[in-house]
């Protein structure tokens, strides 16, 4: 069909089977996306078997992007820190869980979730891809001095380090927009697989859990790892922390951070028993304290580069409009 959809008809032209039915990485326009529908990752650059990312309706009728990697899970899209899913835009309570794009670059979905191609209006091709980095992306194909190229017009996450999995366990994910996005491991860790960070790095030491008297910690600012909290405790102090954490075999680090409440203001500790999804920024007000051997450990950074993808000069604002209901014929 000239809409992109395969279609195989019996002999009484009745549809036993549509391409539309069986997305892979990518929806394509007046392709809907259900909850028997969902688009899986490649697995790299030009690898075409399946990948550790999916975009997906949740029981909870909202559509997340999710990593699922050898070992780990986790949803990272929309943001899990949002203390209520409402704070992104989204709605819980509709149930038929159903998505589209159309031809001229608007998607909307049953949860609200409403975004435009910044080239919305404009005939051309599109397609709704999500990346082998776990980014979800419009693309539009445009014309470049006689040259055809898809062209991102639209992303879901435009910090790349907030994508789940990226680094692996023990890895920092750093970025910015001369270099791209990289990935090394911490101090006293080296990668895994030399081949894919999503296996991340390995220490290269250990522990005693017999004697807190032989770890440390090595602060590093500005450094956040989400989830794998042990616990949460609020207004402790640097030494509480640290003691806390010495007193429990599985504590590799913890998070301290600075929070501004609306009567107090204090500091938070969050031990963690996994150094997962891991990162470094500026913009994030916090440090982690990594439990290292007293004794010392070598520097073993190994910073990689990941491929990087064309984008637009322009990123449009995600919008919300009561077309949502009414497109999908659920009003």
Same mark, same amino acid.
């Given at each position: 069909?000239?809409?992109?959809?395969?279609?195989?008809?019996?002999?009484?032209?009745?549809?036993?089977?549509?391409?539309?039915?069986?997305?892979?990485?990518?929806?394509?326009?007046?392709?809907t996306l259900t909850i028997v529908?969902?688009?899986?990752?490649?697995?790299?650059?030009?690898?075409?078997?399946?990948?550790?990312?999916?975009?997906?309706?949740?029981?909870?009728?909202?559509?997340?992007?999710?990593?699922?990697?050898?070992?780990?899970?986790?949803?990272?899209?929309?943001?899990?820190?949002?203390?209520?899913?409402?704070?992104?835009?989204?709605?819980?309570?509709?149930?038929?869980?159903?998505?589209?794009?159309?031809?001229?670059?608007?998607?909307?979905?049953?949860?609200?979730?409403?975004?435009?191609?910044?080239?919305?209006?404009?005939?051309?091709?599109?397609?709704?891809?999500?990346?082998?980095?776990?980014?979800?992306?419009?693309?539009?194909?445009?014309?470049?001095?006689?040259?055809?190229?898809?062209?991102?017009?639209?992303?879901?996450?435009?910090?790349?380090?907030?994508?789940?999995?990226?680094?692996?366990?023990?890895?920092?994910?750093?970025?910015?927009?001369?270099?791209?996005?990289? *990935?090394?491991?911490? @101090?006293?860790?080296?990668?895994?697989?030399?081949? !894919?960070?999503? %296996?991340? #790095?390995? /220490?290269?030491?250990?522990?005693?859990?017999?004697?807190?008297?032989?770890?440390?910690?090595?602060?590093?600012?500005?450094?956040?790892?989400?989830?794998?909290?042990?616990?949460?405790?609020?207004?402790?102090?640097?030494?509480?922390?640290?003691?806390?954490?010495?007193?429990?075999?599985? *504590?590799?680090?913890? @998070?301290?951070?600075?929070?501004l409440g609306t009567? !107090?203001?204090? %500091?938070? #500790?969050? /031990?963690?028993?996994?150094?997962?999804?891991?990162?470094?920024?500026?913009?994030?007000?916090?440090?982690?304290?990594?439990?290292?051997?007293?004794?010392?450990?070598?520097?073993?950074?190994?910073?990689?580069?990941?491929?990087?993808?064309?984008?637009?000069?322009?990123?449009?604002?995600?919008?919300?409009?009561?077309?949502?209901?009414?497109?999908?014929?659920?009003?």
């Amino acid at each position: 069909m000239n809409i992109g959809n395969l279609v195989l008809h019996n002999s009484t032209s009745d549809v036993i089977w549509q391409s539309f039915d069986s997305p892979t990485d990518t929806l394509l326009p007046q392709q809907t996306l259900t909850i028997v529908s969902n688009l899986i990752s490649n697995r790299g650059q030009g690898v075409h078997s399946s990948g550790y990312y999916k975009l997906f309706f949740d029981e909870d009728n909202v559509l997340h992007l999710l990593f699922q990697g050898p070992k780990i899970s986790s949803l990272y899209w929309p943001d899990p820190s949002l203390e209520d899913i409402s704070d992104a835009g989204r709605f819980i309570y509709n149930t038929s869980r159903a998505a589209l794009l159309d031809n001229s670059g608007y998607f909307w979905s049953s949860d609200f979730l409403v975004f435009k191609a910044t080239d919305y209006g404009a005939i051309t091709q599109r397609r709704l891809t999500l990346d082998h980095d776990g980014n979800l992306r419009l693309y539009s194909l445009k014309e470049t001095n006689g040259s055809w190229d898809w062209v991102v017009t639209w992303q879901a996450i435009s910090e790349p380090c907030r994508i789940h999995g990226i680094c692996g366990p023990n890895g920092v994910c750093t970025y910015d927009h001369v270099s791209g996005r990289r *990935c090394s491991c911490l @101090q006293g860790f080296r990668m895994k697989d030399h081949t !894919d960070w999503t %296996y991340g #790095c390995e /220490p290269e030491f250990s522990i005693s859990c017999k004697n807190t008297d032989e770890s440390s910690f090595v602060q590093l600012a500005h450094v956040e790892y989400y989830g794998s909290d042990i616990d949460f405790l609020v207004n402790f102090t640097l030494q509480l922390c640290q003691d806390y954490c010495l007193n429990m075999c599985n *504590c590799k680090g913890f @998070q301290y951070k600075f929070s501004l409440g609306t009567h !107090d203001s204090v %500091y938070n #500790c969050y /031990p963690k028993s996994q150094l997962i999804n891991g990162r470094h920024s500026q913009n994030f007000d916090g440090d982690l304290y990594l439990r290292v051997p007293r004794a010392g450990l070598s520097n073993s950074k190994t910073p990689d580069d990941e491929s990087r993808l064309k984008c637009s000069d322009k990123v449009s604002k995600q919008q919300r409009s009561d077309r949502v209901m009414n497109s999908l014929g659920l009003a």
